[in-house]
């Protein structure tokens, strides 16, 4: 099969799986159309068009091209999903479709254009350079990937649904006190009250804690030795259903 020919059905093939994806309303069909226009075609249009042949490069080795067109999806993947969300549309799955067969055919496209100034009868001009193509895209490429994953690392997208959280834990209190240390931190999004209830031996007991975002408690509470289990559940506010609950056993104290 000729290289435009590879070129054309790979662009074609974008093509179809976008479509798949915009119009099937199946899930396990439109998983099938991800996976080649997500995680091989954009690799594999950059490939082609980095190291098109003729050009006087050397060429990678199967392993090599296999782990560069993965690698060239995944960040095409990545940069084009930052990009799309902060547009006003948002990301979205038509969206996200285009992009990629976008970059797509635009690669493949490119790769046509190399192979035809590379061949005999074109111009002269490709052959005045001592400059390998190749090697300038891929320093290019990983310039513009970690400026990208630079400015991602920077940039605060917003998150109108995240919500918090909160740790708990308990451990053996240190010391002569034979007891357990209980510790709770808060990382939900506002000041949060929370009321901690601890058995062990039959007993019951409560405490109270009031904790802003980021701030921590630690409860020591001695502990005779019986046997079973000291058992530590925490509620948020007005719920009346367990949050968290840790235990230890009396015997390891």
Sequence with gaps: MSTRRIDILGSALALTCACTIWLVPWVPVRFVAVVPLALVLPGHAMVR??????????????SMQLA?????????????????DLMPGGLQRFSWAALLVAVTIIAYGFSVRRR?????????????????????????LALVIAVGAFLGSRLLL?????????????LPAAGPVRGVEIGIECDQLHLTRYRVMIRHGGRLRVWRVDLLPGRKAVLTVP????????????????????YRQVRIANSTL
Excluded: C
């Design 49 to 62: 068009a980095i190291f098109a042949q003729g050009n006087g490069e050397s060429q990678p080795t199967r």
């Design 223 to 242: 502990v005779r030795a019986s046997r079973g289990y000291v058992t530590a559940t925490l509620y948020r506010q007005h719920f009346k259903r367990p």
């Design 68 to 84: 560069l067109v993965l690698a060239l999806s995944l960040v095409t993947l990545i940069l084009g999903s930052l990009l799309l």
């Design 158 to 170: 917003p998150a109108p649904n995240a919500t918090g959280y909160t740790q708990l834990w308990m």
């Design 116 to 140: 035809r100034l590379a061949a005999p009868d074109a111009s002269v001009l490709p052959r005045l350079t001592d400059l390998r193509i190749g090697s300038a895209l891929l320093m290019l």
